[in-house]
C-alpha cells in the first residue's frame, strides 16, 4: 500500500449479497484491513456497529432490503457514527449525489462512492485520501463539552486561528487564507471545530468565539499590510450574525481601527444558511459588501439555493464544497455539480474557489473546470500563524506546482 494510505484497522461491509460481502472483504485485506465484519442488511449492520463502535470505515451498499441505504445513513448519524463511509452503488450519479447531500446533512463523513464492479484500484484511490483527515488534531467523538468549560477556556485564549492558504491558480500566488478555528486544549491537545462548534452554538458562546476569530484574523492583516498589501482573510461567520444588524458597522470600525482595507477581509456564509431569514440575511450582506467586505458563499453545492435567490445577494466569491472536488476525477456526480457551479459562478461574476484539493490530479481537474482558486491540502493544510508566515517565506509568495512554465510565470511577477 502506498505511504499516503490509511491505517484503518476495522471495517463494516454491508450489502446483500453475499458473493460481494466476501468479494469486498479480499479487497479490504489487500488495502491492509484485517478486521472485517460484515452484515447483509442495515438493521444487522447497526446491531454489529453499536456492539464494534471502534469501526472505523463501513462500505455500503445503498439498495438494501427493508432498511434502505438512506435510513440506515440516518440511524448511524443518531448512534454518531465517526468513521468514514463509503457508498457502493450501481445507482445513477444524480441519486448518488444526493444521497451524499443527505449524508452530509446527518453530518456523516462520506469518503468516496464506488461504482458498481468495484476494484481494487478504485478501493486503493478512494482510501489514499482518508489519511488526510485527522493527521495532528484529535478527533473528540462524541464528547459534549459544557458551558462553564466553553466559557473558561475562552476566558484563558485557548482558541486560536489557523490559516489555511488559498492560491490563485493561474499564477500560483499565494493570494490570502482561510481563517479556521482551533481549541489548544491543555490535556487533548489541538481539537478541530467539528468537535466543539455544535457545542459553542448550543450554548450562546459563538459571539465569543467569532469575535476572538475576528481579532486574530484582523492582527494576522495588520502584520501583513506592508510586506503582502493584496492579501485577505476569510472568516467564517456563524448564522445568527445574519440576524445582528449593527455587525457591518461593528466589523468596519474594527478595520477601520486596525489601519487595514475592509477589501482585506471575506465573510464566508455557508449556502444552507442564507435561507432561514432570508430577508434580514440580504440586508446585512448589502450592508457589508456597500463597506467594501468581500462576501463568500461557502460549501456551495449542499444547499439548495436557486439562480434567482443567489443573484439577489452580492458575493463575489463561490467556494464548491470539498465533498465535490476531492477525487471529483473519479465521480460523474461531482463533476456535474463542479461544472453547474462553475457555470453559476461565471453567469453571477463570482470568483470561484475549489476547496478540498487534496492531489495534482484534483488541482488539474479544478483548473480544467475553470475555477479561479484553490484551498486544500494539495498546498497546505491550515496552520499556526507563525507557521503560515514561515511557509510563507520559503514559498516566496508562490505555491510552486513544479510545472517548468509556472516556474517562469511566478518569478516574473
Ligand atoms: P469549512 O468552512 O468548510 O472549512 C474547510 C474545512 O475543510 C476545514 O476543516 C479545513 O481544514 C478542511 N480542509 C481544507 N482542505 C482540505 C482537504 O484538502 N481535504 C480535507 N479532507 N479537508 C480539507 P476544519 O478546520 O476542521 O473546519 C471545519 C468546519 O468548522 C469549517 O468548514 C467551518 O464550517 C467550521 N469552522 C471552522 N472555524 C470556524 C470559525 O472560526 N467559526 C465558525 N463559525 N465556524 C468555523
Ligand atoms: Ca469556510
Ligand atoms: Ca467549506
Not at 476531492?326 to 462553475?342: F, R
Request: aromatic share 8%.
Amino acid at each position: 500500500m502506498s505511504s499516503t494510505g490509511p491505517r484503518i484497522s476495522s471495517a463494516l461491509v454491508i450489502d446483500d449479497s453475499g458473493y460481494l460481502l466476501d468479494y469486498f472483504t479480499v479487497l479490504l485485506n489487500a488495502v491492509g484491513t484485517y478486521q472485517v465484519k460484515t452484515a447483509n442488511n442495515g438493521r444487522q449492520a447497526l446491531s454489529i456497529l453499536q456492539d464494534h463502535p471502534d469501526i472505523e470505515l463501513l462500505l455500503c451498499d445503498i439498495n438494501l432490503p427493508e432498511m434502505d441505504g438512506i435510513e440506515f445513513l440516518r440511524h448511524i448519524s443518531a448512534q454518531s457514527f465517526a468513521g468514514e463511509i463509503i457508498i457502493v452503488s450501481s445507482e445513477h450519479d444524480r441519486v448518488i449525489g444526493s444521497v451524499i447531500k443527505l449524508a452530509r446533512e446527518h453530518e456523516l463523513h462520506i469518503l468516496g462512492v464506488m461504482k458498481k464492479p468495484a476494484t481494487l484500484e478504485n478501493l486503493k484511490s478512494i482510501l489514499s485520501t482518508s489519511g488526510h483527515r485527522v493527521k495532528s488534531t484529535v478527533r473528540v467523538d462524541n464528547h459534549v463539552f459544557t458551558a462553564e468549560e466553553l466559557h473558561q477556556a475562552i476566558g484563558d485564549k485557548q482558541f486560536i486561528a489557523y490559516f489555511q492558504p488559498k492560491v490563485d491558480i493561474r499564477s500560483g500566488k499565494i493570494i490570502g487564507a482561510e481563517a479556521l478555528c482551533r481549541w489548544r486544549h491543555p490535556d487533548m491537545g489541538i481539537i478541530s471545530p467539528g468537535a466543539f462548534i455544535p457545542c459553542m452554538e448550543n450554548n450562546g458562546l459563538i459571539d465569543e468565539l467569532t469575535d476572538v476569530m475576528l481579532g486574530e484574523s484582523i492582527a494576522f492583516l495588520e502584520s501583513m499590510q506592508h510586506s503582502h498589501s493584496y492579501f485577505s482573510v476569510s472568516i467564517n461567520m456563524p448564522a445568527d450574525y445574519l440576524t445582528r444588524l449593527n455587525f457591518p458597522d461593528e466589523l468596519h470600525a474594527r478595520v477601520k481601527d486596525a489601519g487595514i482595507r475592509s477589501s482585506s477581509v471575506i465573510i464566508e456564509i455557508t449556502e444552507s444558511r442564507l435561507i432561514v431569514d432570508y430577508k434580514q440575511a440580504l440586508e446585512i450582506m448589502v450592508r457589508l459588501r456597500l463597506k467594501g467586505f468581500g462576501l463568500s458563499i461557502d460549501d456551495f453545492g449542499t444547499g439548495y439555493s436557486s439562480l434567482e435567490q443567489l443573484q439577489n445577494f452580492p458575493f463575489q466569491e463561490l467556494k464548491i464544497d470539498q465533498a465535490f472536488v476531492t477525487g471529483a476525477i473519479n465521480n460523474l456526480a461531482s463533476q456535474a455539480i463542479i461544472e453547474s457551479s462553475v457555470n453559476l459562478a461565471n453567469k453571477l461574476d463570482m470568483k470561484i474557489v475549489a476547496e478540498g484539493v487534496e492531489s495534482r490530479q484534483d488541482w488539474d481537474f479544478v483548473q480544467e473546470q475553470g475555477c479561479d482558486i484553490v484551498q486544500g491540502y494539495f498546498v497546505a493544510k491550515p496552520m499556526s500563524q507563525i507557521e503560515f508566515i514561515a511557509w510563507l517565506e520559503q514559498n516566496k509568495g508562490y505555491f510552486d506546482l513544479g510545472l517548468p512554465e509556472q516556474k517562469k510565470s511566478s518569478q516574473e511577477k
